[in-house]
Structure formats: structure tokens, C-alpha cells
């Protein structure tokens, strides 16, 4: 009978041969061989992950991060398998023709056609699940739509902002886009009158947990645990965090699952701002979030950085599953029983579309500074400079970006980036949010 060159196999042919194996230990040659594929790039994998490889093979959205670093120009596998001894290269060609994989490979043909065989099996697991995917979606998925309805009132939406562009980071390997906005009407100064009815609209949803009646809410509730969340020290900019909650929900239909806002209620925190579930082309991301509002753009990029590098799944030397950073005992406090049991169902990667690696969705606030003295100019001139300007912080914003992203080794993460100018964002965010729920004593740092 014919054998299947999948993963499993490959790491049973290949497991006493590799040149650079210090044992014999089977996860050792699949992450020898996870390595040399895509010549370093790919994060180190979990013991549990890489031993549910080694038994059962890759999972689809493995297969897919896997497959965005393999270089189509070079044969970076097969130069590492050529390394192997003639005789044992000889042995392992025998070992196909038994198997029936090949009657005419030889040992010189062996490390291609290896690395064939790998490159086959990784596309084969990402389509065939993903054709299945489009013909019937599971009942899981199904389910997981009706729990997670989108919870930001955005109908007003188009009316407060504008979007002037929207570019790709291109050093981000996985989906990504970076959206520059202004405030209508495109004038400076800003007019801020319709952000604040927006926020106010959208600051229960935020704020307040899926499983809460909003009728069993009421402003002053809901104001009250904002200033305290906001004196508690925790949060940099309130406005910012609103933002990233009612941009993700729009822009992406990124559907929250719970903000650090909600949960301090309970004497908890999370490293991110807030985490929220994307079904991107049929893959479920987990998406955390972040902002910040700072006078300065560049100040601003280089803080957020800061942030991400202290998120739990940056600080660890090995991969964190992204479905690892949700905590249940969030979810079973803020759902229903049927409803989290139904939520953390669908995101088990081996039986769902999940993407195994965290996605970030962040919002940059800045001041803006046109190179023009708008003053001199009419109102349709000056719209011209205020959106060529936003356009020309786009650029700063995409380089500057890219540079950390893969100086950070963050390339197969998602980036959802939402930029928008103030004033002064410092002060213009303090001072929304004061109107919004009162006077409070800013505790963040910026």
C-alpha cells in the first residue's frame, strides 16, 4: 500500500538522519525541519503544538504561516537535507521506493524531492480545508456568528470620519492594512462635536460586558466604572481605547469578546486594551488591541511598540497559541454557560479555522501639523492640504512601522492600523473624555 508523504512521515523518514540533531527525539527533527523550510523565520512552536504535529500533522493555519515564509527562489530545505551522508541518503531512497513514493528517486534526488513533498502537504492541508470551509461551514462557526453580534452603534459612522487612505505594511506576511482618517469636515481646527456623540453612543457597548441587559445599565453606572478604571492607574488614554473598540467593530467586523475597561469591574487586567474574534476569509483571528495618543507621531508608533513588546505572547521564548491568551474564567463570568462553552468551542485549532497567531488591531492619535498656514487659503484649498498632509503622515506611519515589525519578528501577525489627527491629542482625548463621564483624575502616563 501506498504511503502519504505528510508531516507525520516526513519526521519518522528523516528523524535519525538530520545532520544537526543533538538526539533522536522526533519533535527535534519537526522543528529542525519547521526551521530550515523557512530558513529561521517561523516562531518555535509549543511542545504540546509541535508533539500534535509530529502524531497528527500540521494544522491548517500552521500550514498557512509556514507556507508565507518559504522562499520560492531558493530551495532552502533541500540545501539542509543535501548535508546528509550519502548512505544514509541512500537508505531513505530505498525507504520511498518501499513505500511507493517514488520508484526513480535516488539519493541525489532525495533532499528535492523531500522538500517537494513537504511543500505539497502544506498546501494540500491549507486548500482542501478551506474549499470545505466554503461549501458548508460548521455548525460551530454558525453558532459562534449568533453569540458574537456586533455590539458598536456605527451608524453615524460616515458622518464623523473620513477615510483618505488605506496602504499595507510591507513587511506584515499575513492580512493587514493601515487606514488614515480625519474628522469631518476636513477643516482645520478640528470641529470634535460629532467624536463625542459617537464615543457617547458607543461608551455602554464598550465599557460594559455582551452578557449585561443594557436596560440594567445606566449612564451614571457606567460612568462611575469608567472613572474608576481611569483613576486605577491602568489605562494611558480612555478616548483611544473607545476608538479601537468602534474602528475594530466597523472597519474590520471584529467582534469583541471583552475590554480591559469591562473587566476591571472584576479586579482583573489583561495586557491588551481589549480582545476581539475577526473571521478573516474563513480563519477566525484573535485580534488584541492598543492605542495611543500622543502630540508627537513618531512618539506615538514608538510607545505602541513599547506596549506590544510587554503583551504575555511577546515576552515568551516559545509561540503562545493566540486562543491561549483568552481567560475563561473572563468569559464565564461575562456570558451565559451555553454561551462561553459555545465561544471556546470554536476557537480549538485542531477542530476550527483559527489562526494560531495573535493579531494586533492598533489606534494611533497624533497632532496634527500641516507644513501650510491654513489661515491663508480657502476652505476647498484647505481640505486639499489637511488630506495631503493626513496622506504624508500615512508614509512616516507605514515606514516607521514596518521597521519594528520586523525588527520585533511580528511579520506573520495581522496588523489592523487606524490612524487619526488632533489638535492635541493629549489634551484634546482628556478633555473628550471629561465631558463624556465626568471630571477624573487622569492616573496614565503618556
Known sequence: MTRVADFPYLVALLNPYLPDATGTSRAETARLLLEHVTNGQIHDYSDASINSFVDKGLSRSAARSILGYIDKSKAQLSEYLSEIGDDQLTLIANQLKKDGLS????????????????????????????????????DKISEQVEVLSKTVSDKEFSTVFNEIAVEKVPTVLNQNAIHAFILKPELFPFSYKKLEKIVMLNITNYAVARG?????????????????????????????????????????????????????????????????????????????GASQLNDNLQDAINSLISKLKTFRNNKSDELIISTDLIDESILDAQYSNEDSKKILQ??????????????????????????????NYNSKEAKSICKQTVKDDLKQVISQLSKEIQSNKWQKSS????????????????????????????????
Open 103 to 138: 520508484r526513480d528517486v535516488y539519493r541525489g534526488t532525495v533532499p528535492t524531492f523531500l522538500e517537494k513533498c513537504l511543500v505539497i502537504n502544506l498546501k494540500d492541508i491549507a486548500d482542501r480545508k478551506n474549499k470545505r470551509k466554503q461549501k458548508k461551514p460548521t
Open 212 to 288: 449585561v441587559e443594557r436596560n440594567e445599565v445606566t449612564g451614571f453606572k457606567v460612568g462611575q466604572l469608567l472613572r474608576n478604571y481611569a483613576k486605577s492607574g491602568i489605562p494611558q488614554n480612555l478616548l483611544g481605547e473607545v476608538l479601537t473598540y468602534v474602528f475594530l467593530e466597523h472597519v474590520e467586523d471584529a467582534k469583541k469578546l471583552y475590554t480591559r475597561a469591562e473587566i476591571s469591574n472584576y479586579s482583573k487586567t489583561i495586557n491588551s486594551e481589549g480582545i476581539y474574534l475577526r473571521n478573516s476569509e474563513g480563519i477566525l483571528q484573535l485580534i488584541l
Open 415 to 446: 496588523f489592523y492600523v487606524y490612524m487619526l489627527p488632533f489638535m492635541s491629542a493629549e489634551k484634546d482625548g482628556d478633555r473628550i473624555m471629561s465631558n463624556i463621564i465626568g471630571g477624573y483624575d487622569y492616573g496614565g502616563t503618556k
Open 346 to 375: 470554536v476557537l480549538i485549532p485542531e477542530e476550527n479555522n483559527v489562526d494560531e497567531i495573535a493579531s494586533y488591531g492598533l489606534f494611533i492619535g497624533y497632532r496634527f501639523k500641516p507644513n501650510e498656514n491654513l489661515d
